[in-house]
């Protein structure tokens, strides 16, 4: 806004708060990614910092309150934090990822939706999907098994999920996680 008394803009940021907002974003930038474990064996990061609620999420403290880790990972990526109605979700379920690859913005009917998709009643892991090096989802299982059943070979079932043939094979068997 013009001031008529002073001559001056002061809709634009001062000298003095670019250098505050440069420092301080350099200040997080470090602090966040110093709890971050990107060496997990899997696509996924682990935030090895404190926890955000009961709910597996990662903590993050900024500006006077405490964040979900994945949150801010997502805020670094995109300059700007999420607005306060969207939800940060994760492609890959797990909750302590902060790989900013993994996380994408949804309403909260989204969340519930995919939820549902997943056959998660709660947002809870079933048990058979809660390691990360779990490659496939219970879903898919079922998927699997029904492809079988609708005469499609195990060699096109495995190019599909890219998983071996005698996965499919296991599976199909009855030999791996039950479903
Ligand atoms: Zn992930």
Redesign the pocket.
Known sequence: MYNTQTGSDNSLPTFHNVIRGDIMNKDIIKRFWSKVNKDTG????EWTGGHYGLHGYGGFWHEGRNHGSHRIAWMLEHGHMPPDDMLVC?????RN???P???FTGTHADNSRDCADKGRSKCTFKKNEAH?NCKLKDQDVKKIKFMRDSGATQAAIAQQFKIVQSTVSRICNGNRRGV
């Not at 899997?42 to 990061?45: A, F, M, S």
């Not at 994760?90 to 797990?94: A, Q, R, S, V």
Request: aromatic residues 6%; proline residues 6%.
């Open positions: 899997t696509d996924c990061w994760h492609t890959c379920d797990i990822c902060v790989n690859d993994h996380l990360p």
